[in-house]
Nanobody
Framework: QVQLVESGGGLVQPGGSLRLSCEAS????????MGWFRQTPGKEREFVAS???????????RYRSSVKGRFTISRDNAKNTLYLQMKSLEPEDTALYSC????????????WGQGTQVTVAS
């Protein structure tokens, strides 16, 4: 199994920046792809960004259109950590951000963290 723990959320003013981290533990060798999702009360969870964790993969990094140019997803395989650098934050980015992992034998994300809250407000 894989465990995911997010950190780095908080309160930030519009236009500010935050960096989220997601540390994976357990059977991390089975992970093929990781991503960030977000959810606000009363709304469905939405995709934010994803990347492949396989070094030789040609799977492109993907972003939600509304965060392109503002958010950057990256990983440090040595630390088993996924990052989401967020800049030029907008109130609409306020949400609970969760990271997720998909293993090599699955088509869906099967592992989820508990989430970290990001609040963008003056």
């Amino acid at each position: 199994q894989v465990q995911l723990v997010e950190s780095g959320g908080g309160l930030v003013q519009p236009g500010g920046s935050l960096r989220l981290s997601c540390e994976a533990s357990g059977r991390t060798e089975i992970i093929a792809q990781m991503g960030w999702f977000r959810q606000t009360p009363g709304k469905e969870r939405e995709f934010v960004a994803s990347l492949s964790t396989i070094t030789t993969s040609t799977t492109p990094i993907r972003y939600r259109s509304s965060v392109k140019g503002r958010f950057t997803i990256s990983r440090d395989n040595a630390k088993n950590t996924l990052y989401l650098q967020m800049k030029s934050l907008e109130p609409e980015d306020t949400a609970l951000y969760s990271c997720a992992a998909r293993d090599r034998s699955s088509v869906n994300y099967g592992y989820w963290g508990q989430g970290t809250q990001v609040t963008v407000a003056s």
